[in-house]
Antibody
Framework: QVQLVESGGGVVQTGRSLRLSCAASGFTFPIFPMHWVRQAPGKGLEWVAFLSNDGSSDSYADSAKGRFTISRDNSRNTLYLQMNSLGEDDTATYYC???????????WGQGTLVTFSS | SYVLTQPPSVSVAPGKTARITCGGDNIGGKSVHWYQQKPGQAPVLLIYSTTDRPSGIPERFSGSNSGNAAALTISRVEAGDEADYYCQVWDSLIYHWFFGGGTKLTVL
């Protein structure tokens, strides 16, 4: 069955960096576009970044542009999100999600939490 | 930026029909997707391409879209349907994805 397992979250300080990973299994990872979506505590869903199946095309929400980089290693069936210059507004659970190739997200991971320490 | 507007909350009695709206400028011309999220869980795709259900999603869940509003309709509501519901669209011109603010469904 399709599984997406995120990791790499934790407690960070303002201005630091963090890299999230999403290990995919149960499907042919290289043929699907992928996304990162986040959810601040008690808030709604916010799309963060998109990456095409072959990694050649990406897109970012305004909140992530210039600070976050989405990438993938199709040989390792893994999606990444490099997050730099983190601030308290980035506190959230970060989900990776598979795109059905119609703009909808048909499978989601369980999420990884990023929080801040002053 | 494309704004999707959902009511913060909807309440319904068991066995009745719930309708959750999602407003957006000319959303009728877009493909709308819906997600259900229960506390402490990841979202689940309920409806894709406005009206289609993934396998395993009950027929009680249906979607519609016209003009400036899309809607998710839940028939014969059950206690287990209590959750947050989100609409979502993809702007294929700018390759951005947008979510509505979410609607908390309470089953009375």
């Amino acid at each position: 069955q399709v599984q997406l397992v995120e990791s790499g979250g934790g407690v960070v300080q303002t201005g630091r960096s963090l890299r999230l990973s999403c290990a995919a299994s149960g499907f042919t990872f290289p043929i699907f576009p992928m996304h990162w979506v986040r959810q601040a505590p008690g808030k709604g869903l916010e799309w963060v970044a998109f990456l095409s199946n072959d990694g050649s095309s990406d897109s970012y929400a305004d909140s992530a542009k210039g600070r976050f980089t989405i990438s993938r290693d199709n040989s390792r069936n893994t999606l990444y999100l490099q997050m730099n210059s983190l601030g308290e507004d980035d506190t959230a659970t970060y989900y990776c999600a598979r795109d059905r190739d119609d703009g909808s997200f048909d499978y989601w991971g369980q999420g990884t939490l990023v929080t801040f320490s002053s | 930026s494309y704004v999707l507007t959902q009511p913060p909350s909807v309440s319904v009695a068991p066995g009745k029909t719930a309708r959750i709206t999602c407003g957006g400028d000319n959303i009728g011309g877009k493909s709308v997707h819906w997600y259900q999220q229960k506390p402490g869980q990841a979202p689940v795709l309920l409806i894709y391409s406005t009206t289609d259900r993934p396998s395993g999603i009950p027929e009680r869940f249906s979607g519609s879209n016209s003009g400036n509003a899309a809607a998710l309709t839940i028939s014969r509501v059950e206690a287990g349907d209590e959750a947050d519901y989100y609409c979502q669209v993809w702007d294929s011109l700018i390759y951005h994805w947008f979510f509505g603010g979410g609607t908390k469904l309470t089953v009375l």
